[in-house]
């Protein structure tokens, strides 16, 4: 690791910054032989993934209750993890052997924190993890689909984090109605991490209606009769 890179890390992980490092080098021996990321990507691990994921805690409030929703590799949920032990933290993640490379990081790096098999939309899911203060997602689906998925595990007020590229604008432009119908208000971009991010992470921030979540509750309670 290059000495500016060591030096980043260390500003955003601080006293957790070996257990930053320890997470990388598990992805980096495995990662690309267990399907999690391209061989490409080994050699910018840092920048462009564990420092990308982790500057995010900047938008989370002391001791939220946070979902991960597809965290796939790990991606932005143990780096934040790492980053914030202060956070209640789950990992959802849908496929069996992801739920294993999660399973065996949190119990590596000694994380207190939940791993979850299942999908945000599915009913079970929504009701272990419903009234969550955030969402997390990281390149799981446009925001489209996220938000239909995502919302409705938040509580009333709670924040969408949704990490997207370069055009995120575009996207929050284009899918702007489909979220509105989807519960979500004031739906803004944002970035974070330009302190220590040659490349600062683009973040699409999506608030979830009070109104919307009573009318989901409305309709679970017509559905319980």
Known sequence: MAAEVEDRAKKVFGDHYDKAVAFTALLTEHGVERGLIGPREVDRLWERHILNSAVVAELLPEGARVVD???????????L???????DLTLLEPM???????????EAL?????????RAEEGPVREQLSDSDVVTARAVAPL???TRWCLPLLRPGGRLVALKGESAA???ERDAEAVRRAG???PRVTTCGGEVLELPTTVVLVERDEQASRREGARRKRKDR
């Open 144 to 146: 489209e689909r996220l």
């Open 81 to 87: 993890a790492i980053a914030r032990p202060d956070l």
């Open 184 to 186: 979500g208000i004031r």
């Open 170 to 172: 575009e996207e929050l």
């Open 110 to 118: 000694g994380l207190d924190v939940t791993v979850v098999r299942g």
């Open 69 to 79: 929703v597809g965290s796939g590799a790990g991606l932005p949920g143990i780096p």
């Open 96 to 106: 069996a052997r992801r739920v294993a490379w999660l399973t065996e990081c949190v």
